[in-house]
């Protein structure tokens, strides 16, 4: 199954981490010294994705700026010899004509974000990433997912789940676990932020979904679920009718960058599995810990 686009639904208000998100979007926070989006698209790169398409909102221009040239920093830079500096700013600029934007108007949720993709992806089965949610690991996860997704079938749908404290089941889209194949399984039903004590298992979904296109069609009439928003498990609930569902427990450490602990967890754990910065922080935390 060849995986070409990948959809990153960028438009969310971003208020768990206010006031930092009022007039920056929550995508472009910075996780060591990278935009959050920035990590996600390395990591569909990294998995063979050719095409980047957006779904954005009101105050997201900074996004479309990130993924352009500029003009003025290249030349600058050009002049005064940074090369280094030269060589990052290449190195994330993806390839004219690879990136699409498209506008999700209105708050209506994240099956209704995807479903503005349609157009742009068209009739293939397509990833969707959600940019809070980062994964330390090499391979990353939507490279694992696509591994996986090369040995199940041509009609076949994946999500990434990771096991969650029972206590926090309620916040997440949930799973239940059918016939099992080592790290991968067959999806025995879905339901999203579950009542407490209701959930069919700990396995939450996490940001990183394969879907086929038929999802389109369901979301054009999807009703609205929990929180009042077009969801798009409610969408793949229904698609799991006609289709197959797998789940793929990945390796690696999951971050909810989109909350205020989880976004420092994450700086601290991404700064630490950086050879340049690892000495420095580790000794400044050891300091701080004492205190
Ligand atoms: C969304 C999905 C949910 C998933 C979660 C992962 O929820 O609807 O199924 O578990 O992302 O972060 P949200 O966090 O947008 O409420």
Redesign the pocket.
């Known amino acids: 199954m060849k995986i070409r686009k990948a959809v990153f639904p960028v438009a969310?208000l971003g208020t768990r981490v206010l006031p930092a998100t009022k007039a920056m979007p929550k995508e472009m926070l910075t996780i060591v010294d990278k935009p959050l989006i920035q990590y996600v698209v390395d990591e569909a790169k990294e998995a063979g994705i050719e095409h980047f398409v957006f779904v954005t909102g009101r105050n997201k221009g900074v996004i479309e700026d990130h993924f352009d040239r500029m003009f003025e920093l290249d030349t600058t830079l050009a002049a005064r010899g940074k090369k280094t500096e030269m060589e990052i700013l290449a190195r994330d600029q993806p390839e004219a004509g690879s990136v699409s934007f498209t506008r999700q108007q209105a708050p209506h949720g994240?099956g209704h974000a995807v479903w503005c993709a349609r157009d742009i992806i068209g009739n293939e089965p397509f990833a969707v990433v959600?940019p809070?949610?980062l994964v330390l690991n090499a391979p990353g996860c939507l490279a694992q997912m696509i591994e996986a997704a090369n040995k199940l079938g041509e009609k076949s749908n994946l999500i990434a789940v990771e096991a969650v404290p029972d206590h926090l089941t309620h916040?997440?889209?949930?799973c239940g676990v059918g016939k099992r194949d080592g790290r991968i399984f067959e999806v025995d039903g879905m339901v999203?932020?579950p009542a407490k004590g209701t959930a069919p298992s700990n396995l939450?979904?996490?940001?990183r979904y394969i879907l086929q296109p038929e999802i389109f069609n369901i979301l054009a009439t999807q009703e609205r679920g929990a929180?009042g928003e077009i969801?798009?498990?409610d969408a793949m609930i229904g698609l799991a009718k006609q289709q197959k569902f797998y789940g793929v427990e990945f390796e690696g450490e999951r971050h909810?960058c989109?909350s205020k602990a989880g976004f420092l967890r994450a700086n601290i754990a991404f700064g630490l599995a950086r050879d340049d910065l690892r000495d420095g922080l580790r000794a400044a935390m050891e300091k701080y810990l004492k205190k």
């Open positions: 969310g994240l959600l809070d949610e916040q997440y889209g949930i999203e932020k939450s979904i996490t940001g929180g969801q798009l498990t909810d989109g």
